[in-house]
């Protein structure tokens, strides 16, 4: 069979086809997962699942974090300092931190994407910066330089990339004990770290590659590189 990898959920608020509010996730990172050769399946948002994340985490693979809402501040010591925080889900933030400190500790392969990068962040200690006051993050294309050395820069073979999709408002700020800065926008922002621990393969990326990884083996490649791990 081929490895499984875990996406979680969001809570929606309608959707057709179905009885109720439903739970969901975006395609493109199901069809990158399975592009890579992996079977993707969602973990519902439901704090009442927290304590069997660990189990779980022993019949899966792989995990993917995805994009999403603003983490609530008061998960990283803080207050809402800005209005234009948005998003913000309590059982998100809640059964996310709690797949990424499993998946560490058991050392399962991670790939962790926009929010998911923030929430990586996070979960190892780290804070974010409530809002980096430009738009020139939101829905643009930027320029990555990359590390050399780095796992991303071996995922990708290369060290830099042209057209990375960003969608974000937030950014890292102190950086969590246990990753590394990998990549930066010409701007200084962080845009890539990795873990430090040698026995878990983990990569976050705060750029979207699914929006382009059909039609761009670089961003394909960070999707690849999970699978062959895991």
Known sequence: MRPLVLIVGRNLEETKGVRGEPFGAGRRYFHAIDRAGGVPIMLPPMPSLVDDIGRLMGRVDAVVLHGGGDIDPRRYGQEATTEQLYGVV???????IAVVQAAIEQGVPMLAICRGM???????????????????????????????????????????VDRCHCVHHQALDRIADGLRVTARTADGIVHAVETTIDDAWVLATQWHPEDSAHSDANQQALFDALLHHA
Not at 90 to 96: C, G, I, K, S, T
Not at 123 to 140: C, F, N, P, R, S
């Open 90 to 96: 309590h059982e998100h933030d809640e059964v996310e």
């Open 118 to 160: 923030q929430v990586l962040n996070v979960a190892m200690g780290g804070t974010l910066v409530q809002d980096i006051g430009t738009e020139d993050h939101w829905k643009q294309w930027s320029s990555v330089e990359v590390v050399p050395g780095s796992r991303l820069a071996a995922a990708l073979a290369a060290e830099s």
